[in-house]
Each structure stands twice: as structure tokens, then as C-alpha cells.
């Protein structure tokens, strides 16, 4: 048998093999492969929404599919509901793969709300029981009684919390994973300016010794978080908008597993002149798989490295005779090392598979295949 390996994110042109024998196992003769899958956006929303990406929109559902979509571009989710907060710019890419698939956590607007002047005389503005519910988080702000506001004025204060919509990450190989979003403070009135800052303290479950900072919309401000103990967390913040907690981590490569050595059980299939369909799974996106675990932990897998999917992929291969063919299905995956602080954690994180074709020999004249 003579090895051929396509990857499935490329097309490529290998010429004809020739065969001498009229064995219908030794007539198979590759003209030239093509992939025919394209590129899926799978989306999921804690309620209805409308999903916009690129040219297509999803209306009036909690699930949307996006078929034959660009490499890179930008997610919309709009509420059927104006009782919740919308995401409108959501950075999808690829990074190479076939699928990608993103939970959507949309927050129900805030309904405890206080005034500016009764904050100023010492009251703090908490989350509402169903923002704590949703998130796992409990977060409130107080306000020094001796610092100025400017900015926005007039408006009530208010907090609430959800979880990020990120773009999960190709693998990436013996590198810094550096930082991913795992929630999202979203403190009013926006615009809101402090001559002293205020502290937004937040309890997050079991978030002892990770490593957690805060940052600014538009990223140009990083605040460290304190820890005061049973997963407290304390920020000074000197204005309201929408400020990113983000949870930093290094990674380093356990096993690699691109090839062989977790080949499947070989397929033999019936082939025809010209296209072929042959459907297979492929996993993409990351799982835990020891150390410390919690929704911090599973929030920073799932934004930083991608969700772990399983999606089924058809590929139409093109072949100049009938006959039978062999193939194995690859799934590549490398185990890592996280560690966060002081806290060390591992995960499993799969990269699309790929399949490979055991063509007949059958007296092929020509070589130069491997």
C-alpha cells in the first residue's frame, strides 16, 4: 500500500497514477483533491436572540449556524428581550479550523439601582440575585464619601455580571497562552469619573491563588486585583464602563499527538469516478482534565483555547476509477500544563483532524509517493 496524507484545510492537485491490472482494489487513481467542507460558526445564547454574522442572520432562537462564512469577522447578538444587555462586537477568527463554536452569556439589565448622592453617604450597590445566579458572582461597589464625580453626574449607579464571548485559539505549542477574559463587570452610570476611586469588591468562588487582573474597554488600563481571602476580590477603579477580568496563565506542551500514533480504526469504502463523500469527526477546542477546576477555570479554557466540539465533516474527494479505498481518521491533540499564579490546572486541547488515504499499489508506475 502506498501512504498519501491530505490535510483537510487544503486543496491539492497530485497528478494521475496509472495502474496495470484491472483488480478493482489496484484501480484507484487520484486525479486530484478537494475539500468541499467550509467553515461553521455554531452559536449558543442563555435566551432568544437575533445573530448576525458577515451576510446571514439568525433570528428569534437560542441556536444559530453559520455555513460558508469568512475566516475572520464580527458576531452580533441583539435580545428578542430589551430586559437584557446585547453583545455587539463579538472578534471571530478561525485561526485555521473548520468549526468554531461560542457560548453567548447575555445579563439581564439591573434591577437594583441607587442614587448617586445616597452611594456619596456611604450605601453600596450590589448584583441582583439573578445576576449572582447566572454568573456564580457576587459583586458591589462603594463610593468614598470624599471623592468628586464628574462625567456622568445624574445617573444611578448600578453592577452587573456576565461571562465573555472570546474566540477560542489555535494550539499553541510550548508558548505563553497569556490571558483570557472569564468575565465582565458592567458598572453605570457609564462615563462615570472618580477624583478618588471607588472599590468594587467580588466574591468569585474557589478564585484563590489564580492569577486575575482588570481591564479597561478599550484595554488601555490594567488594574490588579487584591486577594482578601475565600475568593474576594478587590479593584480600585477610577470610572464606570465595561471592565474585563481577565485570568493570566503560561502553558507548557505534556504530550503531542499529531500522527500515528492515534490513527483509527481503518475504513475501507467503495469509491466512484469523480466526487466521493466521506463523512468522519473531528474534535476542536479544549477540556480539563486534572488540577484545579472551577467556572474561572473552565471560563478561561473555553475563551482562550476554543469550546470542545465534536462536529462531523464531509469531504468530496476526486478519483479517475472506481474500486475501494482505505482511509484512517487522525485527531491531533496536545496535553498542557496551565499554571495561573499559584494555582496549576491541565487540559486536553484538540486541533481539527485529518484523514489519510492508503492507495493500492497494484503495479503503479510513476513513483515519487509517500
Partial sequence: MKKIAFMLCAAAVLGA?????????????????ASDETRVLMVTSNVPAIFTYGDQTVSGTTTATFENVPEKG???IKPLSDDYFGQEKVAVAFNGNKAVALDVQLAKKPTIEVSQQ??????????????????????SIAVP????????TTSPFSISTFVPTENGEVV??????GAAGVLVLRCAADGAKFSEPVTVTLDIPESDGLDLACVSEDGSETYEMAEAGNGKRLIKLSHFSDWTVVMRATATDLVTRAGSGIAGTPSTVPVKVGDNTISYTSKSGAVWTG??????????????????????????????????????VYQ????????????????????DAYIEFDIPQGGHSGGGYN
Avoid: H
Wanted: contains cysteine; charged residues 25%; proline residues 1%.
Fill in 74 to 76: 464580527t458576531l452580533m
Fill in 291 to 328: 488540577g484545579k477546576k472551577n467556572t474561572t477555570v473552565t471560563n478561561y479554557l473555553k475563551n482562550k483555547v476554543g469550546k470542545y466540539v465534536v462536529t462531523t465533516k464531509k469531504v468530496t474527494k476526486n478519483f479517475a476509477s472506481a474500486g475501494k479505498i482505505t482511509y484512517r
Fill in 145 to 152: 464619601s470624599t471623592t468628586t464625580i464628574t462625567g456622568n
Fill in 118 to 139: 445616597d452611594m456619596m453617604n456611604g450605601k453600596v450597590v450590589t448584583n441582583d440575585s439573578e445576576n449572582r445566579e447566572m454568573t456564580g458572582v457576587m459583586a
Fill in 17 to 33: 497514477m496509472s495502474s496495470c491490472t484491472s483488480d478493482s482494489d489496484a484501480t484507484i487513481k487520484v486525479s486530484s483533491v
Fill in 332 to 351: 491531533p491533540y496536545v496535553d498542557k500544563s496551565y499554571t495561573s499564579g499559584k494555582a496549576k490546572f491541565t487540559a486536553r486541547v484538540y486541533s
Fill in 172 to 177: 499553541t505549542r510550548g508558548d505563553d497562552d
